[in-house]
T-cell receptor
């Protein structure tokens, strides 16, 4: 199932710089997108989401951009901190109703922020 | 902050045995889910549950799986006869509503079938 793809398995960034994590999707029915952060042996922790009616959503250091025509979204973390080091998952879901909770996840990108 | 709690954190079981994984969703949430992640693979949707019935299930969720909300607080996943390939981290999740509502995940229950 390759409906949601995170093509970069890992990303290494210097503390204070911007981290940009990318995600592509193929299913045009997806209209709600979420980013989760995950540490080993823990559950995914919600970071930020965006609805398909928007192209940007910002929450503190985290901003998600959505390009519907390109079926692409990205998560920007500015400034990056060592505590941001984790696996980041992009997830997508369809319209409301029963399909909402059926999240389709990407493979994840391991972010390492160096002090 | 409210959280989804899961027990056990780790269970080892013999092939063919029944396993019940337990979850306490966030108290005012109405929608409940199970996901799993096999080591090295993606997090995969198993089932969603609302109003005491299954809303949607994936192909993985076959007849050996069942879910139940036995009381007002617990949400369980039962695997009737475990197979080696059921070894995975199982995540319970919940949300208050549907579109626009965040889905919160528990810490996971690591199931090892031997």
């Amino acid at each position: 199932d390759q409906q949601v793809k995170q093509n970069s398995p890992s990303l290494s960034v210097q503390e204070g710089r911007i981290s940009i994590l990318n995600c592509d999707y193929t299913n045009s029915m997806f209209d709600y997108f979420l980013w989760y952060k995950k540490y080993p042996a823990e559950g995914p922790t919600f970071l930020i989401s965006i609805s398909s009616i928007k192209d940007k959503n910002e929450d503190g250091r985290f901003t998600v951009f959505l390009n519907k025509s390109a079926k692409h979204l990205s998560l920007h973390i500015v400034p990056s901190q060592p505590g941001d080091s984790a696996v980041y998952f992009c997830a997508a879901s369809g319209a409301g109703g029963t399909s909402y909770g059926k999240l389709t996840f990407g493979q994840g990108t391991i972010l390492t922020v160096h002090p | 902050e409210p959280e989804v709690t899961q027990t056990p954190s780790h269970q080892v079981t013999q092939m063919g045995q029944e396993v019940i994984l337990r979850c306490v969703p966030i108290s005012n949430h109405l929608y409940f889910y199970w996901y799993r992640q096999i080591l090295g693979q993606k997090v995969e949707f198993l089932v969603s549950f609302y109003n005491n019935e299954i809303s949607e299930k994936s192909e993985i969720f076959d007849d050996q799986f069942s879910v139940e909300r036995p009381d007002g607080s617990n949400f369980t996943l039962k695997i009737r006869s475990t197979k080696l390939e059921d070894s995975a981290m199982y995540f319970c999740a919940s949300s208050y509503g549907t579109l626009g509502n965040t889905i919160y995940f528990g810490e996971g229950s690591w199931l090892t079938v031997v």
